[in-house]
């Protein structure tokens, strides 16, 4: 059983630019709209390898369907590093009409690797924010978000660091206003796993 499954079905946002390059192997990301149960959608980043570009599948307003990981990797600046995330596609094809009932799936399988962060929001909502280490090929480990709401961010508070689990839920983007300076702000996007159902292997 694979430890890191996203399938995602959605519209194209952005068509295909190119993003790096790895060992001669080039790679090119887009934008997707995932529709919500919710009247807002989410507008999460694909990347692609060129050998599975296909300009005129990924090609703005189409509907298609996204089966891959969820992978993580540091950017670094001049002052810091960011956690980045982004949906590797392994596959790619025409969205069809069954499709859409089930647009937004994720399971992974890791390990807690800081202390989980409970806290209630002002409205009185549970909500615990994670990190789970997932293990890649090439003893390398792709770091992702999770939050965990209500009964789950009850039984998630109480994860000790180490502990091996099992997630699933649905990938989400939330707008955010980071602090610049004592004079400026910047609108940025956060992606994190949604939690549906949480399960303590070890």
């Not at 549970?126 to 009850?154: C, H, M, Q």
């Amino acid at each position: 059983m694979e430890n890191n499954v996203i399938t995602l079905v959605g519209t194209v946002e952005t068509e295909a630019e190119y993003s790096h390059s790895v060992l001669e192997e080039e790679f090119f990301s887009f934008m997707l709209r995932v529709p919500r149960l919710s009247e807002n959608d989410d507008l999460l980043p694909v990347t692609v390898s060129a050998r599975q570009l296909d300009t005129s599948l990924i090609k703005q307003g189409n509907k298609i369907k996204v089966k891959g990981q969820l992978r993580s990797y540091n950017k670094y600046t001049q002052t810091k590093t960011r956690l980045i995330l982004t949906v590797f596609a392994k596959g790619i094809a025409p969205a069809l009409s069954e499709d859409e009932d089930n647009p937004n799936e994720i399971f992974i399988n890791g390990f807690i690797c800081k202390t989980p962060v409970y806290r209630r929001t002002p409205f009185g909502r549970e909500i615990t924010d994670l990190i789970i280490a997932v293990n890649r090929a090439f003893n390398r480990s792709d770091y992702i978000p999770a939050i965990a709401w209500g009964k789950n961010a009850v039984y998630s508070e109480s994860l000790e660091v180490g502990s091996n689990v099992m997630l699933w839920g649905r990938l989400q983007s939330r707008n955010y206003n980071k602090r610049i300076s004592d004079e400026e702000t910047e609108v940025r996007t956060a992606y994190e796993l949604s939690i549906t159902k949480i399960e303590k292997l070890a």
